[in-house]
């Protein structure tokens, strides 16, 4: 669905980017100096581009320095509906002049958007509760997960990443500072990646049911048997824009009822219209137990929450549910704006649209460019896999930090991940304008492939 005329986020493609100063800026060498006395531990994404960022209105941002970027990161998957929307940004103040907590008492504003979620969620998840972090929202859907199933032990994937308290940790990749100690009862299993599978078919095509067959023997051999849930990203965020194959969750769901384990969907990254539907396992027709959502669902507001079906939601009274600012009007308010508005501007499928031709652009991109080793994504959630040679498959870093930094300087602002470069545009933008980013991108592989001697 086409972006009417006078949407509030258009902009003319030709005034993006601008650059009018070298990047980092003097003004943002200033704050990084007075903040980082202070503030130590910025992540990559910063790191390697330190620029400070000074506004943001839809799909641009704006430096301290005066360079205006196309954005590509919303910021770290939040703006999911372009900076400080309007109809957002009016609701959270409106809200701020009205009542800013009141603890888990209901209010209008709160029992409205739980009502307007029951309603966009097309499965039974009709028990939720409200959080201030996305890990906050998964260690509660842990909770339920025991408390709904009397078990202990959780199975999540390699290269996962579900939030830095101390469960959550426990669901992802270790380092050596969250290790080694991940806590008892807490696996990890290989996940299907169509790029670059573990387990294959006799004509190298990713075979399903031998992930599955290991589960089972994994199951057996390495836990107690008190598997409560699995717990899985729809599609593997800060591993680099990673999508199962299409049969992978509906198996799963019938591996998991066969063995009565729960299926919590980590989609605290994937949701609120990010892949063009409000929930990511929509794609692939499977309903989980448990879900979490925050990221986009406040756009910018920190607003998060755990959903669970009918079934189970009688858990959520035993878990201590509660917290400080869970549910607080200002968040609901942001959220429950967030929603009318991807209803009454048709987002949902301006993501489907807008990621589809991203996706033809990538993808002519890959074949224009031997470094280019995989293009892949659903909606507004793309990844660019950078490899050292096509045949082997060898992830290029270099690469992959260059190609991130040279875009960064020529106007772009996206997200980083090892080789892996990734894309999450404000879904309100408009084709021109992700036309221009993605050539900013090709121009980038192009330099550092002349550079790197390809
Ligand atoms: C899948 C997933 N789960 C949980 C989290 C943690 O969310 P937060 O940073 O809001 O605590 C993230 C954050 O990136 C995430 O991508």
């Known amino acids: 669905m086409a972006l009417s005329a006078d949407y509030w986020a258009k902009i003319d493609p030709d005034s993006v980017p601008e650059i009018v100063s070298?990047?980092?800026?003097?003004?943002?060498?200033?704050?990084?100096?007075?903040?980082?006395?202070?503030?130590?531990?910025?992540?990559?994404?910063?790191?390697?581009?330190?620029?400070?960022?000074?506004?943001?209105?839809?799909?641009?941002?704006?430096?301290?320095?005066?360079?205006?970027?196309?954005?590509?990161?919303s910021g770290i998957y939040v703006t999911t509906l372009g900076h400080c929307h309007p109809k957002v940004s009016e609701a959270v103040a409106d809200a701020a002049r009205t009542l800013m907590n009141a603890h888990d008492f209901?209010?209008?504003?709160?029992?409205?958007?739980?009502?307007?979620?029951?309603?966009?969620?097309?499965?039974?998840?009709?028990?939720?509760?409200?959080?201030?972090?996305?890990?906050?929202?998964?260690?509660?859907?842990?909770?339920?997960?025991?408390?709904?199933?009397?078990?202990?032990?959780?199975?999540?994937?390699?290269?996962?990443?579900?939030?830095?308290?101390?469960?959550?940790?426990?669901l992802g990749r270790m380092d050596p500072v969250s290790g080694p100690g991940r806590t008892q009862g807490f696996y990890l299993v290989p996940r299907p990646d169509p790029y670059r599978p573990t387990f294959t078919g006799p004509n190298g095509e990713i075979d399903t049911d031998a992930y599955l067959d290991f589960y089972a023997e994994f199951i057996d051999n390495a836990t107690t048997g008190q598997v409560a849930a699995f717990v899985l990203e729809p599609i593997q965020g800060w591993a680099g824009s990673i999508l199962p194959p299409d049969d992978f969750f509906p198996r799963l769901r019938e591996f998991c009822d066969e063995r009565e384990i729960l299926l919590m969907a980590d989609e605290v990254l994937t949701s609120m219209a990010r892949t063009g539907k409000y929930f990511c396992m929509e794609h692939w027709d499977t309903a989980p137990d448990v879900v979490t959502i925050g990221k986009g669902f406040g756009n910018g507001f920190p607003v998060t929450a755990m959903l669970v079906s009918e079934r189970y939601k009688e858990s959520i009274e035993r878990i201590s549910a509660s917290t400080s600012y869970g549910g607080n009007p200002m968040a609901c308010a942001a959220a429950l704006a967030s929603i009318e508005a991807i209803e009454e501007e048709g987002l949902l499928d301006h993501a489907l649209e807008l990621g589809e031709f991203m996706l033809q652009e990538m993808r002519a991109i890959r074949d224009r460019h031997q470094i280019v080793g995989d293009v892949r994504g659903v909606g507004c959630l793309l990844g660019i896999e950078l490899v050292k040679d096509r045949?082997?498959?060898?992830?290029?870093?270099?690469?992959?930090?260059?190609?991130?930094?040279?875009?960064?300087?020529?106007?772009?602002?996206?997200?980083?991940?090892?080789?892996?470069?990734?894309?999450?545009?404000?879904?309100?933008?408009?084709?021109?304008?992700?036309?221009?980013?993605?050539?900013?991108?090709?121009?980038?592989?192009?330099?550092?492939?002349?550079?790197?001697?390809?």
């Open 22 to 73: 070298p990047i980092p800026g003097p003004t943002s060498e200033e704050l990084n100096r007075r903040g980082g006395a202070h503030m130590i531990g910025y992540s990559s994404q910063v790191r390697l581009c330190p620029v400070a960022f000074e506004s943001g209105h839809g799909v641009t941002l704006t430096d301290v320095d005066g360079n205006r970027y196309i954005d590509f990161s």
């Open 391 to 454: 045949e082997t498959r060898e992830p290029f870093e270099e690469a992959g930090r260059m190609v991130y930094r040279r875009a960064f300087e020529k106007g772009l602002a996206w997200v980083p991940a090892w080789h892996i470069l990734r894309m999450s545009p404000p879904i309100v933008m408009q084709q021109e304008v992700a036309a221009k980013g993605l050539a900013i991108i090709e121009e980038a592989i192009d330099e550092v492939e002349r550079e790197l001697g390809y």
């Open 106 to 170: 209901n209010t209008p504003v709160k029992v409205e958007l739980l009502e307007k979620l029951a309603e966009v969620q097309p499965w039974d998840l009709t028990g939720m509760q409200l959080y201030d972090s996305g890990t906050t929202a998964v260690e509660a859907g842990l909770r339920v997960c025991r408390a709904a199933t009397g078990k202990t032990e959780f199975i999540s994937c390699f290269m996962d990443f579900h939030g830095k308290t101390g469960h959550a940790v426990s």
